[in-house]
C-alpha cells in the first residue's frame, strides 16, 4: 500500500502477560525501523530491517523485546513478559533506500501495560 | 548523550508570519537532516530534508537552511497558517548508520488566527 499500516492501534496489557504489535510497510520499501517514543516527544530507536534481515538492533532490549520481517508477512515487533515501563507508542517506519531517504511512519500502536 | 537538539519547547507565532525552528546536532558525522510534523495521534510526516552538501532546500513555504560549521539547521515556514500547528522534529543520520534517524526533542508550534 502507499501507508505504512500498523496494527492494533490500541493494546492493553497485564503486566507479565506478551505484547505483539504489527507493521506493513510501504510497498516497495525492503527498510523498516521500529522506534518507540516513550515520553510525549522522544523518539527512541529500536530495531531496523533490510527486507527479512536484521540490520541495526542496537536499541533492542534483548531480553525481553524480539522482532521480525518475514516474506510476504507483516513485520511484527514482540514484547515477552510486559513490564509497566514498555508503556508507549511504538512507530514502524519504512523506507526505500538505505541512506539520504525519508523513512515513512505509520500512525503507531499505542501499548499500555497496567 | 542528546545529539540533536531542538531547545525550544514551544513557539508562538501569528498567522501570516514567519515561523523559525531551530535544531543543533552535535554529531560531525551526520550528513542528512530532515523536519517532520507530527499531529496528535498520528505519526511523523515527512516535510522537507537537506543533504549536508547543500546549504538551503526550499519546498513551496518550507524552506530548511543548514550551517554545518555551527552544526545547526532551521526550518522557515513562511506564511505560517493555522493548520501548521503541530510539533516539529528535526532529524538526523549519518551514511554508515543504515538510515536510523537520531530524533530532537520537538518543538510545539501554535499559529494563532
Known amino acids: 500500500g502507499e501507508e505504512v499500516a500498523q496494527t492494533p492501534k490500541h493494546l492493553v496489557r497485564g503486566e507479565g502477560q506478551k505484547a505483539k504489535l504489527y507493521c506493513a510497510p510501504i510497498k516497495g520499501h525492503s527498510y523498516v525501523f521500529w522506534y518507540q517514543q516513550v515520553l510525549k516527544n522522544e523518539f527512541k530507536f529500536l530495531i531496523s530491517f533490510q527486507n527479512e534481515n536484521v540490520f541495526d538492533e542496537t536499541g533492542m532490549p534483548k531480553e525481553r523485546f524480539s522482532a521480525k520481517c518475514l516474506p510476504n508477512s507483516p513485520c511484527s515487533l514482540e514484547i515477552q513478559a510486559t513490564k509497566l515501563e514498555d508503556s508507549a507508542v511504538y512507530f514502524c517506519?519504512?523506507?526505500?533506500?538505505?541512506?539520504?531517504?525519508?523513512?515513512?511512519f505509520g500512525n503507531g500502536t499505542r501499548l499500555t501495560v497496567t | 548523550d542528546q545529539q540533536v537538539k531542538q531547545n525550544s519547547p514551544s513557539l508562538s507565532v501569528q498567522e501570516g508570519r514567519i515561523s523559525i525552528l531551530n535544531c543543533d546536532y552535535t554529531?560531525?558525522?551526520?550528513?542528512?537532516f530532515l523536519w517532520y510534523k507530527k499531529y496528535p495521534a498520528e505519526g511523523p510526516t515527512f516535510l522537507i530534508s537537506i543533504s549536508s552538501i547543500k546549504d538551503k532546500n526550499e519546498d513551496g513555504r518550507f524552506t530548511v537552511f543548514l550551517n554545518k560549521s555551527a552544526k545547526h539547521l532551521s526550518l522557515h515556514i513562511v506564511p505560517s497558517q493555522p493548520g501548521d500547528s503541530a510539533v516539529y522534529f528535526c532529524?538526523?543520520?549519518?551514511?554508515?548508520?543504515?538510515?536510523?534517524?537520531?530524533f530532537g526533542q520537538g518543538t510545539e508550534l501554535s499559529v494563532k488566527p
Open positions: 532529524a538526523a543520520s549519518a551514511n554508515n548508520q543504515g538510515g536510523k534517524l537520531i
Open positions: 517506519a519504512s523506507s526505500r533506500r538505505q541512506a539520504n531517504s525519508p523513512l515513512h
Open positions: 554529531n560531525s558525522m551526520f550528513d542528512y
